[in-house]
């Protein structure tokens, strides 16, 4: 995946090292909360992400939904003007929500990181150090919290 191969390069990491999760991250941080590890990050698109934040642990878009207003609300905490944070609260995808933040997208995606770290945490309820990597589409980083460089 784009995020697979941005944290891949990040960190000069042999195919070995890398576990692709899917939508399965309640699965692996379950998983790893039995066996921990010293350090994870968990990396993905803004919207698998952003759903993580939320609190859902099955990430497949069957199983959950993003709450599009509770992104408005994060995007109005970061300065965004009251129609943005309107069409944003009605946007049909994490990706339009993404494009209406225009320059405050990266402060979103930090913010959607910072939230998605604190329920990994919550969930692993261990010792294991955790990064959050938001990947754009085009595999550059949008946010990096809790960054293990």
Do not use: C
């Not at 878009?61 to 509770?70: F, K, M, P, Q, T």
């Not at 994060?74 to 946007?91: C, F, I, N, Q, Y």
């Not at 939230?115 to 938001?134: K, N, Y």
């Amino acid at each position: 995946s784009t995020s697979e191969r941005a944290v891949q390069r990040l960190y000069d990491l042999p195919e070995a090292a890398l576990i692709d999760m899917g939508d399965f991250v309640g699965g692996t941080l379950k998983y790893l909360r039995r066996h921990p590890v010293p350090r994870l990050t968990l990396a993905g698109g803004f919207a698998k992400i952003a759903k993580l934040a939320q609190g859902h642990l099955d990430l497949h878009s069957s199983r959950s939904r993003l709450d599009a207003a509770a992104l408005a609300n994060m995007l109005a905490g970061r300065g965004a003007d009251p129609a943005t944070v309107a069409a944003a609260s009605e946007a049909d995808s994490a990706g339009a929500i993404l494009e209406l933040a225009g320059e405050r997208r990266e402060a979103l995606a930090e913010a959607v990181g910072w939230q998605a770290r604190e329920v990994a945490l919550a969930t692993l309820s261990g010792a294991t150090a955790v990064e959050v990597a938001i990947v754009g589409r085009d595999g550059e980083f949008l946010g990096r919290v809790g960054a293990m460089t």
